[in-house]
């Protein structure tokens, strides 16, 4: 286990700090770097050129445009539908409606949950913003002006909005469709040890119990979500250019609903504007522009406009838990129990694992060890979008974390013990690794203690308390706040994990040229996580090749091996373990060719980065290059070994990876308006191996203004009639740069014992740590006033009633 | 209806719907697709561009309105194979992840170097205050503007930088390697 104790602060950033060669000192040349380390990306010089080639970029010979005619309400029946003065428009060519897909078998399809979603609605709408009909039109603005022109008749229908009453026995029952359905439950789910936990609390000094509402929140990402769909109809091939995170999932989904053979679909999931879990399921559109392909007998294109994006795909969140946490009153953590009340949505289209109906809410019990641990989830029906697991979650590990680092800070209060000691005296300890965390994971690394004290170094901890017992003298409002998260991410083992039946395994192909030169296909699908330079880098480290001469091939079915795509921070823990242990395997046929070309045995061969070369004579060596070239040639070859220099492989994870790290925010609340401003946030990451050090700051940079996001400004509310309140960028806020500061970031390295490198992923570690850690801030900075707990976002207004409610505050 | 405009240095017209917005005009019509549509609402930002050298939302501007007038998108920052600083900056300073607000976003900070060529950290994020990126978290956004700020020359286009499709820049240097006899012999 290695410990790499770099703090880089905001204050140390710049580029002649950033060009170090991380870990890698010695390999390469300044000019041709090679394996890990900082380096700019390969996908970048097309990007700043408006070279990228998004799905609405695609333009097809002949291609029309389709546009969706959405539910203006949240619950209704069908009476009519009207679409013959739309089709009289000009340029119309088809009007599709939920009567028209029934002979097709189309209109309904499997979510990734094994319920049904309608494609489009056929006896009622389920929620604002649901699809009712589609236009296919020879241009955008023609199929827009032909929704004005249907006519849909509406009996409507009292909705389900506040899911605490979705289960009360008079609640109008939703999913009519389905026979036998009498009430909205979905289903109940529960971990750990619920008479052990029952015992603990028995014998606890301090019980304290708190609900913590989670709000619906949207990932939102730039670019909407959107398809390009082509049937040819002679040779019975589709084409779906489509925004993707997992176009090998997409095509045997779509095969299996559309009826068209697996062999005959190629899905290409081009450059992604963003995706953080919004695309990862099938919606509504995608399978309308192949219907209306086939319809029409022309390339279809559909675009999902802003408000379509937030109203109808995948939100995230929405869950209301009620925690309870016991402990001796010296602070020694006893028992937690949560208790959680989920929103799904009208269908239930949660993207997680099979068996996973909570997602890895087994993470609950965050970063400590306990006597014993309950969780329960139950999820309801509610008249609103579905899905339920998107915005860099890692599959509900997000509200876990939260959940715990929320009680954490609670139990602090009621002990009036200072957070970080609290955490500190609790934490698991290094030696006892691999850990069961009591609710059914097995943690694989950590050194929680040592980076929890280097991110109070890094922060000025004792300081800022001093600073913040000062202004609190002064009648000003400062908070800090304490977050520490640990994560599971990698899904996940096949034997454990799959989405609709798919295990969650990925592939990697790897091909040296003759002339040393490499491409390696991956399975996942890159949104701009730098996939294209860092899979390159993963192959260099492993066979000294420089990750320039490495092409990097994702998101195209025909070209890709078979694997589950880029969502739950997996790429790295799984697809870059694909990629580690494929280029190995080239490495290990490489060192057979090197011993025919040099006349020895493998055996008496010694690797080093880039080289075969004669153990004791280092001058006897054949480069990778020299060997591609070789094993391509006309050497006479080593029996049984092909003539190339290529592999594929397969990863099943062993285990999850367990990424963890130690955040601070500083807050400033201002007493006259409740404004809540994030004056420092110090991320420290341990994410196991670091591939490309600027590459996962970036990746925190993001997670961190997710964070502030939620915690101060995002969310999908509805009113009593199921209206969407958060349908547009002018209700549903994002943070810009005025709302977030210049991020300070540290990092520890605890490498994962199973993973092929050590790596553990970052995708998704400061969306999940950094909301306990601003809110926790917030309750601190409020703590003089009496406030012990405050929901997200913590918008001015919703601050100020928190201010109010309480007592007067000091002079 | 007819239009004409100055479009990256050329001058373009074209019969167009009265009602087209400038953001779909230059994506489909001029087949400009570096420039992004991210919203309805004109907070986004993805579609900036310079009209007259002023930053613009394409998608509030009618491509009528543009008639007349020069417009500049993120085609038009790499002039002769040299790219501008502000591309660099961003590629320097990792001020891009998906790359879907980064044309907007580097049309409006060129426009603000030019205006202020060193501008302060408070004055870049007002600058992009109107624009959103969901992935960066912006601070390295600034550093790259603050990068091309520090490096005003403009960037030669290296082999690596150059995109396949733009071929080799003529003042690339190659080295070409003979073919060697010892190892054609066989």
């Known amino acids: ?811 | 209806m007819h239009v004409t405009m100055t479009v990256n240095g050329g001058e373009v017209e074209r019969d167009i719907e009265p009602r087209v917005l400038l953001v779909h005009f230059l994506r489909e019509d001029l087949g400009l697709t570096g420039t992004h549509w991210g919203c309805d609402t004109s907070n986004c930002g993805t579609c900036v561009v310079q009209v007259d050298g002023q930053p613009v939302k394409s998608c509030t501007m009618l491509a009528a309105m543009a008639d007349g007038h020069s417009v500049r998108t993120v085609e038009g920052l790499e002039v002769g194979g040299k790219i501008d600083p502000i591309q660099q900056g961003f590629m320097e300073e990792h001020g891009l992840q998906c790359g879907f607000c980064t044309p907007g976003m580097m049309l409006t900070a060129r426009e603000l170097i030019d205006k202020n060529p060193h501008p302060t950290e408070g004055e870049i994020r007002e600058a992009i205050s109107g624009q959103i990126c969901r992935c960066t978290g912006y601070a390295t956004i600034v550093r790259a503007i603050q990068w091309a700020a520090d490096h005003p020359a403009a960037t030669e286009a290296t082999l690596q930088d150059a995109p396949l499709e733009d071929g080799i820049p003529e003042d690339a240097a190659l080295e070409v390697v003979p073919p060697q006899k010892e190892t054609a012999k066989a």
């Open chain 1, 1 to 811: 286990m290695t410990i790499v104790d770099e703090p880089r602060t905001h204050a140390e950033h710049g580029s002649e700090h950033g060009r170090d060669h991380e870990h890698n000192p010695a390999a390469g040349d300044a000019e041709r770097p090679i394996g890990f380390g900082r380096l700019q990306r390969k996908e970048d010089p097309r990007f700043v050129r408006g070279q990228g080639n998004y799905t609405d970029d695609v333009v097809l010979p002949g291609m029309l445009h389709g546009a969706i005619l959405r539910a203006p309400v949240a619950h209704a029946r069908i009476v009519s539908i009207d679409t013959s003065e739309a089709l009289a428009r000009p340029g119309v060519r088809a009007v599709i409606t939920g009567k028209d897909l029934e002979p097709l078998k189309l209109a309904w399809i499997p979510t990734l949950s094994y319920d049904v979603q309608a494609v489009l609605a056929t006896d009622k709408v389920r929620f604002q913003g649901q699809e009712v009909a589609f236009v296919i039109a020879d241009d955008r603005y023609a199929a827009r002006d032909a929704l004005e022109s249907i006519n849909v008749e509406y009996d409507i229908l009292p909705p389900v909005v506040d899911l605490r009453h979705a289960l009360d026995a008079d609640a109008p029952v939703i999913r009519d469709d389905l026979e036998g359905r009498t009430d909205n439950h979905i289903n109940d789910w529960d971990c750990g040890d619920k008479a052990a936990t029952e015992a603990v609390f028995a014998k606890a000094d301090v019980v304290v119990k708190q609900e913590i509402v989670y709000p619906r929140v949207h990932p939102a990402p730039m670019e909407t979500c959107g398809a390009v769909a082509s049937f040819n109809p002679v040779s019975g091939e589709l084409t779906l250019y489509e925004t993707s995170q997992a176009p090998h999932a997409h095509r045997t989904i779509i095969a299996m609903v559309a009826g068209i053979p697996e062999h005959k679909i190629h899905i290409i999931s081009p450059d992604i504007g963003g995706g953080f879990g919004n695309k990862v399921g099938i919606y509504p559109g995608y399978v309308l522009a192949i219907v209306g392909s086939i319809v029409t007998g022309h390339p279809v294109k559909w675009m999902e406009d802003r408000s379509e994006n937030l109203m109808s795909t995948s939100f995230a969140r929405d869950y209301i838990m009620t925690g309870e946490i016991a402990a001796t009153k010296d602070g020694t953590l006893l028992g937690l129990r949560a208790n959680v009340l989920a929103d799904h949505g009208a269908f239930n289209g949660t993207a997680q694992p099979t068996k996973y109906p909570a997602g890895f809410f087994n993470l609950f019990p965050g970063s400590y060890t306990w006597e014993a641990v309950y969780g329960k989830v139950t999820s309801v029906y509610t008249n609103k979008a579905p899905g339920g697991v998107a915005y860099a979650c890692s599959f509900r590990v997000t509200e876990a974390s939260y959940f715990v680092e929320r009680m954490i800070d609670r139990l602090a209060i009621e002990l009036n013990m200072d957070p970080a000691e609290l955490r500190l005296k609790n934490f698991i300890k290094p030696e006892q690794f691999p850990y069961d965390n009591k609710a059914g994971f097995d943690y694989d690394s950590g050194q929680y203690e040592f980076t929890m004290r280097h991110a109070m170094d890094l922060v000025g901890y004792d300081d800022l308390r001093k600073e913040q017992a000062e202004k609190r003298a002064r009648g000003e409002l400062m908070g800090i706040g304490i977050s520490f998260f640990t994560e599971g991410v990698g899904a996940g083992p096949r034997k454990h994990m799959d989405i609709l039946g798919l295990g969650m395994a990925d592939g990697a192909e790897l091909r040296i040229h003759p002339t040393g030169k490499a491409v390696v296909r991956i399975s996942v699908q890159s949104q701009g996580q730098a996939h294209e330079t860092t899979f390159a880098q993963i192959v260099s480290e492993e066979i000294g090749i420089p990750p320039e001469d490495i092409e990097v091939v994702h998101g195209d079915t025909d070209q890709t091996p078979f694997g589950l795509g880029t969502y739950g921070s997996r790429s790295t823990p799984v697809s870059g373990a694909a990629v580690a242990l494929v280029t190995r395997k080239v490495r290990d046929k490489a060192r057979l060719i090197a011993a025919a070309m040099l006349e020895t045995r493998p055996e008496d061969l010694e690797w080093e980065k880039g080289r075969w070369f004669v153990k004791g004579d280092p001058s006897a060596g054949k480069t990778i290059q020299e060997i591609a070239l070789a094993a391509h040639g006309t050497m006479e070859l080593p029996e049984g070994v092909d003539g190339n220099l290529d592999a594929e492989v397969t990863y099943d994870p062993p285990n999850l990876t367990y990424p963890y790290g130690a955040y601070f925010c500083v807050t400033d609340i201002d007493r006259g308006t409740g404004k809540v401003v994030v004056r420092r946030f110090l991320a420290v990451d341990d994410c196991g191996t670091r591939i490309n050090p600027m590459v996962i700051e970036g990746q925190v940079h993001g997670g961190l203004t997710d964070g502030v996001g939620m915690a101060l400004m995002e969310i999908i509310e509805f009113d009593s009639d199921g209206n969407n309140l958060g349908g547009s960028f002018m209700d549903y806020l994002i943070p810009t740069a005025m709302e977030v500061p210049d991020w300070e970031t540290g990092f520890t390295v605890t490498p994962s014992p199973h993973h092929p490198i050590g790596a553990k992923g970052i995708g998704e570690s400061a969306t999940v740590g950094s909301p306990a850690a601003i809110v926790n801030s917030v309750i601190d900075a409020l703590r003089p006033l009496g406030v012990t707990a405050i929901d997200m976002p913590c918008t001015p207004a919703r601050v100020w009633d928190a201010m109010q409610g309480h007592a007067a505050p000091p002079i």
